[in-house]
Every structure is written in C-alpha cells, then in structure tokens.
C-alpha cells in the first residue's frame, strides 16, 4: 500500500504501521502545504482502510477497484476545493496522451468534484440538487462509458471537452466558503447508519472551513464515533481549526516536497521531464495564464514588502493592479503570495523573519473575511497595503 505515494516517508511508513495492526486512530488530521499530496495520501488511506485483498496498488479486489475510481459508497469526500485546476490539466494531458494512467487521473479529477453532490448530501427534492442533476446524470454517464483498463476503444476529443466543459459549469454550482452544519448532520446519520460491517470512510478536504454550527456538531460526533467508521481531515490552515477539535485528532504532518521529490511527481505522474518547472505548482500554474500573472504580482508584492527602500511609483502599480483582481482570483492570488512567503522564510534573516510573520498574520485574517464574512475584497487589500501609520 502507498506506492503511489511520492515523498513523505516518515508519515507514509507510519501510516502503513498503523493500518497493517489495526492500530489507526478512528480521527486524523493530515495536514501540509498545498500540492503536498494530501487528498491523494487521504484516497489511499481510505482504500487500504477498506481493501479485501492485499492491500496493493494493484489489487483487483472489487473495494480497490470502486476506490481507484472514486465511486466506493462507504467512503465519502466533502469540502471545497480548486476543482478545475485539476481537470484541466488531466483533461489536456488525456487528450495529448491516451493511456491507462491518464485516462484514471482524467476520471479521478472529475470524480472529486462529482462526490462532492453524493445523495448522502443532498435531498432529491432540494432545489440546488434539482437544478444541477441534468449536469450530474449527463457526467456520470459520460464517465462511465471511458474503460481506463481498455485502451482497445478511442476516446473521441468531443467527449473530453463535454466533459470538461459541464464539469466546470458543475463547479460554479459548489462555491462554497463555508462547510455547512446540514452535510456534518447527514454525515453523523450515515455513520451511525450501517447495514454492513464494512468500514467507513469520510474525508473532509480544507476542514477549517466548517461555518460555527458544523463544528460544534462534528465535535459531537468525535466525541462519541461510531465504530468502525474513519474521519480524516485535511487542512493547509490548521490553525483555523479549534483547539476542541483539534485535540481529539492525531496529526500527520506532510512537508513541502524537496525539489527532486517534485521532480519525481511531475515525471512519474504527469510524464512532465523538460525541466521547465521548479515544482508542481509552477507545473500547474502554467496551464492557466491568469494564474501565473498573479503568482508574478504576488511575487512583485513581497519584493516591495521585504524592501528596505520603498518606491512610490511601484506602490502605486501595486495598488492599481490590486484594484483589478475580483472573484476567485482574489484567493488565488493569496495563496500565491503565501507561497512567495514561505519560499522567502528559508535562509532569511531575523529582520525578514518578523516581517514575513505578520504578513501571514495579515494573510490569515484577509482569508477568513473574504470567505467567511465575503468583504469587499478592495478594502482587504488595503489592509494588506497599508500599517496604522499609512505605510506599506
């Protein structure tokens, strides 16, 4: 088990430890920077959880088999994510190269935004599951006509794009900012819910993202869990998840990636081997134009933040380039800059160190009224810009 894990070692050695003697906690919190791997380790963990054969990669048993795509019912997935950001590089990446490995990361990427509507979630005579089930039903079926095993039938490019093209209309249907207190309710029913001895499963992606009424009503289920059913939270923003949760969850820290361990996943996964890109996420950026405009003003932003000698007339782009991001660019662009700041914590110095810090301290409080209080994101910038004096 975890062969398809790249990096991570430590906690991948130990999390097969714990699973091959029945010794994993039935809460975790697997937690790490972004494109660290943690859904993908969380989509192991749950199959090796719920294999009936070896435990391999390779295993045919049919758990592994519905695990592999996405489609086991005893193992749910919610929260919000970038869903797009991986469909379509899987989707360019199938139609350029049509094997096994792609037609699965293809199949996968879309499966991750389709469990995110599982009947478990939504009532059938709910308005929001009734506008998106043509979307749904059109998606499924799509899927399930693309044998990744069987390489015998050519997948014509019209289908890719359908696909793709209704999983992003899909998408705009789940822009949620908040995990709502009604799916950790339905969830707590489906766990205690069982008419199998079979293990359960339930992933909950960016978990600090629970609004205040989910988390008391998870902490109640930590508190008295069902048997034989696995919560695993991931989260790049742990401290955004009360203490009283995160008491009751053993970590497993996942690191940044060292730069050949990036290079392994890009070659091994993605068959990327030019040596263009310094990590996955310069990889990923290079699909989407506007991302990489906003990683380069993110970038532009923390040289004139670090700066000793602070020009007006940069501020002053800054400013007017600021003004222009809107929508989900705006947390695009704050990721970026996290990302920029991290990079810039390695071999700094003390000075740099406690200016890096309270620009996270910024980072954190900007993020959380954007998403969970949906300020102007103007007037968020403007903090970012400017300290109590007037000064960037």
């Given at each position: 088990?975890?062969?398809?894990?790249?990096?991570?070692?430590?906690?991948?050695?130990?999390?097969?430890?714990?699973?091959?003697?029945?010794?994993?906690?039935?809460?975790?919190?697997?937690?790490?920077?972004?494109?660290?791997?943690?859904?993908?380790?969380?989509?192991?963990?749950?199959?090796?959880?719920?294999?009936?054969?070896?435990?391999?990669?390779?295993?045919?048993?049919?758990?592994?088999?519905?695990?592999?795509?996405?489609?086991?019912?005893?193992?749910?997935?919610?929260?919000?994510?970038?869903?797009?950001e991986e469909i379509?590089?899987?989707?360019?990446?199938?139609?350029?190269?049509?094997?096994?490995?792609?037609?699965?990361?293809?199949?996968?990427?879309?499966?991750?935004?389709?469990?995110?509507?599982?009947?478990?979630?939504?009532?059938?005579?709910e308005t929001k599951f009734k506008k998106v089930q043509p979307l749904l039903s059109f998606l499924e079926e799509a899927l399930g006509s693309i044998n990744p095993d069987d390489l015998s039938a050519s997948l014509k490019p019209k289908l890719l794009d359908s696909i793709a093209d209704n999983a992003a209309d899909l998408a705009k249907e789940l822009n949620l900012s908040t995990i709502p207190v009604n799916q950790i309710r339905k969830v707590t029913f489906w766990a205690h819910?069982?008419?199998?001895?079979?293990?359960?499963?339930?992933?909950?992606?960016?978990?600090?993202?629970?609004?205040?009424?989910?988390r008391n009503s998870m902490l109640k289920i930590l508190e008295e869990p069902p048997a034989n059913c696995f919560f695993i939270f991931l989260s790049s923003r742990t401290g955004e998840i009360i203490p009283t949760i995160r008491s009751r969850l053993r970590s497993y820290p996942l690191k940044e990636r060292t730069a050949e361990e990036d290079g392994k996943v890009l070659s091994l996964i993605f068959r990327e081997n030019s040596g263009l890109f310094s990590s996955i996420s310069s990889y990923f950026d290079s699909f989407d134009p506007d991302v990489e405009k906003l990683s380069e003003l993110a970038g532009q932003f923390l040289s004139y933040y670090l700066a000793d000698s602070k020009s007006d007339e940069l501020k002053n782009q800054l400013i007017l380039a600021l003004r222009d991001i809107k929508g989900e660019s705006v947390k695009v662009f704050l990721e970026k800059l996290l990302e920029h700041a991290r990079a810039a914590l390695t071999g700094a110095v003390f000075g740099t160190t406690h200016k890096l810090e309270m620009l996270s301290r910024r980072l954190d409080q900007i993020w959380f009224d954007f998403e969970s209080l949906n300020m102007n994101p103007q007037l968020l910038f403007e903090y970012l810009l400017y300290d109590k004096g007037g000064n960037i």
């Open positions: 088990m975890f062969e398809n894990i790249i990096g991570h070692r430590q906690t991948v050695e130990l999390l097969k430890e714990q699973v091959s003697h029945n010794q994993l906690p039935g809460s975790i919190l697997i937690e790490g920077p972004r494109y660290a791997g943690k859904l993908t380790l969380a989509l192991e963990l749950a199959r090796a959880l719920t294999c009936t054969g070896d435990r391999s990669w390779n295993c045919r048993c049919p758990s592994c088999r519905s695990q592999k795509l996405l489609v086991h019912p005893d193992t749910l997935i919610l929260g919000y994510d970038n869903f797009m379509s590089v899987a989707h360019q990446l199938l139609s350029n190269n049509d094997q096994i490995y792609t037609r699965y990361l293809f199949i996968r990427s879309v499966r991750k935004l389709l469990r995110r509507f599982d009947p478990v979630f939504y009532d059938e005579k819910t069982s008419t199998t001895e079979n293990r359960k499963v339930v992933i909950i992606e960016n978990a600090e993202k629970m609004n205040d009424s989910a």
